[in-house]
């Protein structure tokens, strides 16, 4: 069964029905899983996909430019945009997989929302955008041409800085290494610039090495680049920890250069799918042949290439789940990662004879820095390490904390992650999230009504992982209550949602869960234990009311206090649990209750501890304060009549008085309107009069 996708209506399905992209993401057969075609006269021109999405845009002899999105998860696909200009770069984020960066000739940015068509409009450059570079886990978006560079903030998208560029030597490549918060730009002569706080480092290549480089290629991990040219069959590959050239590779003869067709189609590190193939590199050919190159182990692993067309564009999702290629014919067909990689089952597998001159890299040099300049490099860097560790130490931000009460909002996410020394294990995070949606959360949205859609789909999806972690915290009602407030301030950075709400169950809530449903055994004894060393009194008068922990204590636990307390106050508070042991949250209940011990002092049954909602088809009788009999009623009642007709009759005195004062001003605006009038006529004429004496 062939699924494909004809681009020739507004809107549409896949054909035919029931396409589901996920049964093939293991598939290791060289087979397109999915077909995409212009229609009658349109050429594809730009393409780029993601995990539930594929970007593609036609371009028609009338000039028309039209940018399609197919949602593979929903099995449809739908006009996104019209460009009335040619597009430069088209490229979605690798986090945030709903939202495009789309560059126009007429050197406009945009970052559109496929899901609602929302536009953000990115103003700066001066000339066409010829590429946007943005990592996993960046907080920055880097955005650049031939003569420009400019660094914008995410997802605020402000602009931030331009960069310090040489301006003789015009820019091939520019990008952001979120895990060493530098950013990186190489230039045409093949040397890379590398900013780092307020470091700068360049690499230069080999004097000897005459080489136009056209294309650069970072690994995911960003510890590597890749960079070289379409008149040289050379490779050189940089470290960008050590900040030197590593080693400079001979491409085999079948893959005779690297070919970039007008940014569109630079080489592209693929996903870590084997541990046998960490930094594996999918390059274009000048003849439209897509080699698969081992940059570890210098071999090339496979050759795609089609009898009839060549290969044009190339787009790799960032989950490794599939890989989107487009030929030359106009026809984009989606490809598993997998099969672009040998299979590692050999057995199975027949072998044939390929000539070794096929396969076989030379390195014909390779780098050996001195033993003195890397002891130096070693020991600048454990003494950076050294630095960032007292700047982030536990011990110290306590005392900021206790000295102040609270810490700094600017930098509070970092304090809270270094506190709780989140790891950050994107590749763990990562097999949770490709799991999709939760069944328990499937129907989210009904429960919980946001105007906030990004907030609901954070919400929805960090649950989701955590119930695809525990799948037992799926049956928990309150854990939606508990973990938003932390996804409110997180949401931006899912990845912190997740291993921030795993540590807070882990460390906190695990008690909770281990009597649940019956959480009364742990909330009770508890908290009525250090209420009876805090305050025996009022324990005392809940018990004789027949009042437990669980009236009292529970909705504020199982919310995070968020319900009770400012989003200030809530801050202040989550900063002192934090940083203080499990132990100390239990305390804070216990201090909240003391808090309001008038209140509950007050009460005289459990039913006023609860404060019930009011109920869903009426109103509850009140029946609190002084009976009155049927006559005092009837005397109310009239009395309430004389004065609601005294009320009416006031109102229409009122209107009256304005009617007339409306009337007033209308006449003076006549008048006023005819004066100006008359004075205009007599300009006029003045004017005339002049004009005919002038003549005479």
Same mark, same amino acid.
């Given at each position: ?13 896949? $054909?035919?029905?029931?396409? !589901? ?12 899983? #999915? ?86 409009? #990115? ?33 605020? #998208? ?20 979120? $895990? *060493? ?25 080999? &004097? ?129 990662? *997998? ?53 982030? !130490? ?84 309150? #854990? ?86 400012? !989003?200030? !106050?809530?801050?202040?508070? %989550? ?32 039913? &006023? ?50 009617? &007339? ?15 100006? %009038? ?19």
């Amino acid at each position: 069964m062939r699924y494909h996708v004809t681009l020739d209506e507004a809107s549409g399905i896949i $054909q035919p029905t029931g396409f !589901d992209v996920g049964e093939h993401k293991t598939s290791t057969a060289l087979l397109p899983v #999915l077909s995409v075609s212009g229609g009658e006269g349109c050429k594809m021109s730009a393409l780029s996909c993601h995990c539930s999405y594929l970007a593609t845009l036609t371009h028609t002899h009338l000039h028309t430019n039209t940018l399609y999105i197919t949602n593979l998860n929903e099995n449809r696909f739908y006009t996104l945009k019209r460009l009335a200009d040619a597009c430069s770069v088209l490229s979605f984020h690798p986090y945030q997989e709903n939202y495009l960066f789309v560059a126009t000739a007429s050197t406009k940015l945009y970052c559109i929302n496929v899901d609602d068509g929302s536009v953000v409009e #990115l103003l700066g450059h001066h000339s066409p955008v010829s590429g946007v570079h943005c990592g996993v886990g960046s907080t920055s978006l880097v955005s650049y041409n031939t003569h420009e560079a400019l660094l914008w903030s995410y997802p605020a #998208l402000t602009l931030t800085s331009r960069l310090q560029l040489q301006h003789s030597l015009p820019l091939v490549w520019a990008g952001h290494i979120w $895990q *060493r918060d530098e950013v990186v730009a190489g230039f045409s002569t093949g040397t890379v610039v590398v900013w780092s706080q307020q470091q700068q480092h360049s690499i230069d290549p080999p &004097q000897s090495l005459q080489l136009q480089f056209e294309a650069f290629a970072v690994s995911r991990c960003g510890e590597w680049l890749v960079g070289g040219g379409s008149k040289s069959g050379l490779v050189v590959v940089y470290s960008l920890t050590n900040h030197c050239v590593s080693q400079i590779l001979q491409l085999p003869p079948t893959c005779p250069s690297i070919y970039n067709n007008n940014n569109n189609n630079p080489p592209v590190f693929l996903p870590h799918i084997y541990l046998k193939y960490p930094q594996v590199l999918a390059v274009q050919g000048s003849a439209g042949v897509l080699s698969i190159i081992d940059v570890t182990n210098c071999t090339k692993l496979k050759t795609l290439r089609s009898h009839r067309h060549v290969i044009e564009y190339i787009s790799v999702s960032d989950d490794g789940g599939y890989t989107c290629i487009t030929y030359s014919n106009g026809v984009s067909k989606i490809y598993p990662t *997998r099969c672009l990689l040998p299979v590692l089952h050999t057995s199975t597998v027949s072998r044939t004879h390929t000539p070794t001159r096929d396969i076989a890299f030379h390195i014909i040099e390779k780098r050996e820095k001195e033993s003195e300049e890397e002891r130096e490099r070693e020991e600048k860097r454990k003494e950076r390490t050294k630095d960032l560790e007292e700047l982030l !130490d536990k011990n110290k931000w306590y005392q900021v904390l206790c000295e102040f009460g609270s810490y700094p909002d600017k930098y509070r996410v970092l304090i809270w992650s270094c506190v709780l020394k989140l790891p950050r294990n994107y590749s763990v995070f990562s097999v949770l999230l490709d799991k999709g949606i939760h069944t328990a959360y499937e129907h989210l949205e009904e429960e919980y009504t946001m105007c906030d859609k990004r907030l609901f789909r954070a919400l929805q999806r960090t649950l989701s992982c955590v119930a695809h972690w525990s799948p037992f915290l799926a049956q928990v009602t309150f #854990l939606p209550h508990l973990l938003f407030p932390f996804i409110k301030l997180l949401h931006t950075n899912l990845l912190l949602c997740f291993e921030l709400s795993v540590t807070l169950i882990f460390n906190w809530c695990r008690v909770w869960f281990e009597f649940w449903p019956d959480i009364s055994v742990t909330v009770v004894n508890t908290t009525e234990r250090l209420l009876c060393d805090a305050d025996p009194t009022l324990l005392a008068h809940l018990i004789d009311i027949k009042v437990t922990a669980q009236h009292y204590i529970w909705t504020p636990l199982t919310t995070a206090f968020s319900t009770v307390l400012s !989003d200030s !106050d809530w801050l202040t508070l %989550w900063d002192h649990i934090l940083s203080n042991p499990p132990s100390f949250l239990p305390c804070v209940a216990v201090a909240f209750t003391i808090a309001s011990r008038n209140t509950l002092l007050s009460c005289s049954n459990p039913t &006023q501890v609860k404060f019930e909602c009011l109920p869903l088809n009426g109103l509850p009788h009140f029946t609190i304060g002084t009976q009155c009999d049927e006559q005092q009623i009837d005397n109310l009642e009239e009395e309430m009549c004389q004065r609601e007709s005294n009320n009416i009759n006031n109102n229409n005195l009122a209107k009256t008085k304005q009617q &007339q004062q409306q009337q007033a001003e209308d006449m003076v605006y006549t008048v006023a309107r005819t004066e100006l %009038w008359q004075q205009q006529q007599q300009c006029l004429d003045s004017i005339i009069n002049m004009r005919k004496r002038h003549l005479w």
